[in-house]
């Protein structure tokens, strides 16, 4: 009898099934977005089909040179290196790039129809988050595959920031639904490919801070520091300093000529210490103005609300509670929700003030933070056609092949005229509602 009403609720359950998924593709969003994939998907096989490999590939030979190394049994990064100079790329960089040698044997052709794949699994990460935001309207989201800049990135050029990026935002669409241990790991992950994911992580602490207790916060931490042991385990035991210095170096001073943002500048200063100290000095000041008056807001600024989350009595019972899981999980009290357009826009606006203050942007530098373009744009106050129009201006900057005085000029004007608008937008609301998480996500 159990297994008849069994099976006599199937019909049903596929009829909703069939219901709900008519209604998902009548959303013009969803829809479209489908339309963009797959026009994307002809664009990118003619890209690989019709461009010269010789062309295209520029650090390719130096990533198969420090694999080379890598799986001959070299374990000390100063000896790792290439046409371009030494290894300065985490360990998770050598594994992948080491399955990619695998999979292609070393041949440029077929990696690009890999890295083909992987710009359309990227895409289909950015839009459902731009669907789950609906912050874009639906037409506005063609934005994101009219980049002539980004296809050449992703797909013949063959960077480790395109892996880097798309787990980036797989992390993220974790943190949309609140998994944010799962979320973490996949960042360390991508870190460990690229460190400019870095730029996230002050925003990533905030968001956590906000989202979960002091016990949650700290295993979840503690979860993606371990992944960034566990992979650099073969170099850490044989040679840590080499591998720390190498692998995590964030005083690298890049070459003035391939600067895209501040071509403008005299190269004496371009390379100073004192104008990287300054940058600094900005970007911090940037992400406190923007986390003391917009981010943290309705919780009396950050000020406020650090002491609220990081008081001295309440760190300490959290910290002598967090050796037990159990306890901190199943302590809901300080536990909420937030707002998944919340999470996205002060992610991808603290991201964004990181780009604004790089000391140097290179071209494969705008996977950084073009997908998130639109995003940032629709953010703003701006009338619709004045979004369209910095939008152009901004890839037409990164077109500008080599880069010139004006180009960087006119693209750091740009980024400033985004912030202005960013700034100038009403702050948001970061909780789904005032009620305490009453399930934990995080199981």
């Known amino acids: 009898m159990a297994v008849k009403s069994a099976r006599r609720v199937k019909p049903s359950q596929q009829r909703s099934s069939k219901a709900s998924n008519i209604k998902l593709f009548k959303n013009p969003k969803v829809a479209f977005a489908f339309a963009l994939l797959l026009c994307d998907a002809v664009l990118v096989a003619l890209i690989i089909a019709y461009c010269l490999v010789s062309d295209t590939k520029i650090d390719w030979d130096a990533y198969?040179?420090?694999v080379s190394g890598f799986l001959d049994g070299e374990r000390d990064y100063g000896n790792l290196k290439g046409d371009t100079g030494p290894l300065v790329y985490p360990a998770g960089f050598l594994y992948f790039y080491s399955a990619v040698r695998y999979v292609t044997g070393g041949e440029v052709y077929p990696a690009q129809i890999l890295f083909g794949v992987l710009y359309i699994i990227n895409l289909g990460i950015i839009l459902f988050i731009y669907g789950k935001t609906d912050v874009v309207p639906w037409w506005a989201m063609s934005l994101l595959c009219l980049s002539k800049r980004m296809h050449s990135i992703f797909v013949l050029r063959l960077f480790n920031d395109c892996l880097a990026m798309m787990l980036l935002h797989a992390s993220l669409v974790s943190l949309l639904h609140q998994r944010w241990h799962l979320g973490l790991i996949i960042f360390s992950g991508a870190v460990s490919v690229?460190?400019?994911?870095?730029?996230?992580?002050p925003l990533l602490l905030l968001l956590m801070l906000k989202a979960m207790n002091i016990g949650g916060v700290i295993s979840a931490l503690s979860g993606a520091a371990l992944v960034q042991i566990l992979l650099g385990i073969p170099f850490i035991m044989s040679h840590p300093f080499a591998y720390i210095s190498r692998a995590f170096n964030l005083g690298r001073v890049f070459i003035h000529f391939w600067s895209v943002n501040f071509k403008f500048v005299p190269e004496p200063i371009?390379?100073?210490?004192?104008f990287a100290i300054s940058l600094l000095i900005a970007h911090l000041g940037l992400l406190?103005?923007?986390?003391?008056?917009?981010?943290?807001?309705?919780?009396?600024?950050?000020?406020?609300?650090l002491y609220s989350r990081l008081d001295p009595i309440k760190l300490k019972l959290?910290?002598?509670s967090s050796f037990s899981l159990k306890k901190s999980y199943n302590s809901h009290s300080s536990i909420k929700v937030l707002r998944k357009?919340?999470?996205?826009?002060?992610?991808?606006?603290?991201n964004f003030i990181g780009i604004l203050c790089a000391r140097s942007l290179h071209y494969q530098f705008y996977s950084w933070y073009f997908h998130s373009l639109p995003y940032l744009l629709w953010k703003t106050p701006f009338p619709t056609l004045l979004r369209v129009m910095l939008f152009i201006g901004v890839e037409f900057c990164w077109n500008v092949y080599p880069s010139s005085l004006y180009s960087s000029a006119l693209l750091l004007c740009?980024?400033?005229?985004?912030?202005?608008?960013?700034?100038s937008a009403p702050p948001e609301y970061p909780y789904v509602d005032n009620k305490p998480l009453t399930e934990d996500k995080d199981k």
Request: aromatic share 18%.
């Open 288 to 305: 406190t103005a923007f986390a003391h008056y917009r981010w943290c807001m309705h919780e009396g600024g950050l000020f406020k609300f």
């Open 414 to 423: 740009l980024h400033l005229v985004i912030l202005v608008g960013l700034w």
């Open 270 to 274: 371009f390379v100073s210490k004192a």
């Open 64 to 66: 198969m040179s420090q």
């Open 341 to 350: 357009e919340y999470i996205v826009t002060t992610m991808f606006v603290g």
């Open 194 to 201: 690229k460190m400019n994911v870095l730029l996230y992580a």
């Open 318 to 320: 959290a910290l002598t």
